[in-house]
C-alpha cells in the first residue's frame, strides 16, 4: 500500500528557513498530483500548494514567495522549502498524495493517502 512519511519539521525563529521532506513508497512522487496542507491546533487543516504530474503549481496566497514545492523522482521525494517563517506557518504539515478526479486540489477530502504529519514551530 502507499504510504508516505514526513520529516524535517522543527523549531526555527521568525524569518529563518525549513525544509520538509515526504518520502513515498508504494507510488511515485511523479506518478500523481501531490500537495502539502498544515494544521494549528484547534484549526481545520489548510491547503499550502499541490503540484501536478505535469510540474504545475498552485500555492496558497498565504505562502507564495515564501514556500517551493520540489520533487526529486530519483528519491522519489517531495519536498517543501520554506522561507521567511512567521509566527503564523507554525502547524503540523503533511504531505498528500492521489487526488481524485474531478475534485479540487485545495481540499483534504480530495486526496486518498495522507502522512502522519511534522510539526513545524516559529518563534517570534
Known amino acids: 500500500q502507499v504510504q508516505l512519511l514526513e520529516s524535517g519539521g522543527g523549531m526555527v525563529q521568525a524569518g529563518g528557513s525549513l525544509r520538509l521532506s515526504c518520502a513515498a513508497t508504494?507510488?511515485?512522487?511523479?506518478?500523481?498530483?501531490m500537495a502539502w496542507f498544515r494544521q494549528a491546533p484547534g484549526k481545520e487543516r489548510e491547503f499550502v500548494v499541490a503540484l501536478w504530474i505535469g510540474g504545475d503549481t498552485n500555492y496558497a496566497n498565504s505562502v507564495k514567495g515564501r514556500f517551493t514545492i520540489s520533487r526529486d523522482n530519483a528519491k522519489n521525494t517531495l519536498y517543501l522549502q520554506m522561507n521567511s517563517l512567521k509566527p503564523e506557518d507554525m502547524a503540523t504539515y503533511y504531505c498528500?498524495?492521489?487526488?481524485?478526479?474531478?475534485?479540487?486540489?485545495?481540499?483534504?477530502?480530495?486526496?486518498?493517502?495522507w502522512g502522519q504529519g511534522t510539526q513545524v514551530t516559529v518563534s517570534s
Open positions: 508504494g507510488r511515485t512522487v511523479s506518478s500523481s498530483t
Open positions: 498528500a498524495s492521489y487526488l481524485r478526479s474531478g475534485r479540487s486540489a485545495t481540499l483534504p477530502s480530495s486526496y486518498t493517502y
